[in-house]
């Protein structure tokens, strides 16, 4: 037997080698000369710059919003951004996960991608008109929206961008530059219009009609660029095909439709019980917290693709280990800073947004572990149905809670922020029991 000397010593040298094998630019270069894995650190670097331009501008916009419109007129905007979300939720019918699996196993049989393209285009232009139609009957037949109905319709704006710019099939092709220029093409055209246009409160209904406008402009440049550089060709589908994507893309829509549901409807539910003001004081905190969030959107959609075509789990564990780690760095440095980087970007004024914002801070340190496990992970090794059940059951528990909020007079925003926290820890408790279940951890 060896002697704990010995032990320790060979402990070492395993250390010192794995040290010099993560530290040798031979190796990094193999790595990226696999056509595949160039291919994704691409899709990354394609996507962390977006995601950097979109920290950017609105660490620009949004301050400058709350100072000139007020946390009221700003709340107000918010709430029609979370009601308008129910549609894109509608229209978007769960296709950027099962068409972007579709395109990514048809891409290289153009006849077959251009029959997915028609059809879920098709698809999203019906359920568009559905939403449209619900709209305006809701618009002028409930008083508090008839009151602005036109924010609600120019806010509307983003539901056809959304339909125009198909990041499903960018995402199904890994080309995710695409994604990338036209998105910073539509936030710019947004944050210049907004310092040209938006110089006082009264200014208030043009911020969604700027922002619609973006959505837009992307969305038509995007058709554009998959006619042209794709070649792909719009055909007339068969009845049986529309009902067959439509079909397959059914728990997939109800999945994120629960996820979107329980982020949308705490800013829709402040607004019912409360006031724009509230409203204005959430949406604040509850802006940086998807920012935070959104720090690893590139990472979880440059690996979705990847881990379902290639099932690498091995890379996958050590980009999860790190990506936790740092997650929990940032954002342990971000609460003991709230009430600076409250002040700091928005003004003085706001210690409701700042405590609102530690609360969603701790739901942070649940979510990215969550994200990452979810559609990246189980559904990409072909167990999507913990990653849907997980968000579905939340979203249940979520809207359960809200209510019961409501029916005894407790909406405020110190509860909300409490339930999306409780409501992410359920999330992730599913999750880690799929993957626990499966044993898909002790694959190599």
């Known amino acids: 037997m060896e002697d704990k000397n010995t032990h320790f010593y060979k402990k070492e040298i395993k250390i010192e080698f794995k040290m010099k094998e993560f530290f040798n630019f031979n190796y990094l270069r193999n790595f990226f000369n696999s056509p595949t894995k160039k291919r994704l650190a691409e899709n990354f670097l394609s996507l962390s710059f977006l995601q950097g331009v979109n920290y950017l501008l609105p660490l620009i916009t949004f301050p400058y919003l709350v100072r000139v419109l007020g946390p009221e007129k700003f709340g107000l905007i918010a709430f029609a951004q979370s009601f308008i979300q129910y549609f894109n939720i509608l229209t978007d019918y769960g296709f950027n996960l099962s068409a972007t699996r579709e395109i990514s196993i048809y891409r290289d049989n153009k006849e077959k991608v251009s029959e997915i393209f028609s059809s879920v285009i098709m698809i999203k232009l019906g359920l568009m008109i559905i939403s449209l139609l619900i709209l305006s009957v809701l618009v002028f037949t409930i008083p508090k929206f008839k009151n602005d109905w036109l924010i ?30 036209l998105n910073i093409t539509a936030r710019l055209i947004f944050t210049v219009c907004i310092f040209i246009f938006i110089r006082k409160m009264a200014d208030y209904l043009y911020v969604p009609l700027i922002n619609s406008m973006g959505f837009l402009v992307a969305g038509v440049v995007s058709i554009w660029i998959i006619f042209k550089d794709f070649r792909i060709s719009i055909c007339i589908p068969k009845w049986s095909s529309l009902l067959t994507y439509f079909k397959n893309s059914t728990q997939f829509f109800l999945s994120r439709a629960s996820v979107s549901i329980y982020t949308s409807t705490n800013a829709f539910v402040l607004g019912l019980f409360t006031n724009n003001k509230m409203v204005g004081y959430y949406s604040i905190a509850e802006k940086l917290y998807i920012a935070l969030q959104q720090i690893y959107h590139p990472l979880v959609n440059t690996l979705y693709p990847y881990i379902a075509h290639k099932r690498n789990v091995h890379l996958y564990k050590k980009i999860f280990k790190f990506v936790v780690f740092l997650n929990i760095t940032i954002l342990f440095l971000a609460f003991i800073s709230s009430n600076h980087i409250i002040e700091i970007i928005f003004g003085k004024g706001l210690e409701i947004s700042s405590n609102i914002f530690k609360i969603l801070i701790l739901s942070a340190m649940v979510v990215v572990p969550s994200i990452l496990l979810g559609y990246p992970f189980l559904a990409a090794m072909g167990y999507p149905n913990y990653a849907n059940f ?17 029916i005894f007079h407790l909406v405020s925003v110190y509860n909300v922020a409490l339930m999306v926290l409780i409501t992410e820890g359920i999330v992730l408790s599913i999750r880690l029991y799929g993957v626990i279940k499966n044993r898909l951890w002790r694959i190599s």
């Open 390 to 406: 997980s968000v579905i059951l939340g979203s249940i528990f979520h809207l359960s809670g809200l209510g019961i909020l409501a």
């Open 152 to 181: 609600y319709f120019f806010t509307f704006g983003m539901v056809l961008g959304n339909i125009l710019f198909p990041v499903w099939f960018f995402q199904g092709m890994e080309r995710m530059k695409y994604i990338t220029i």
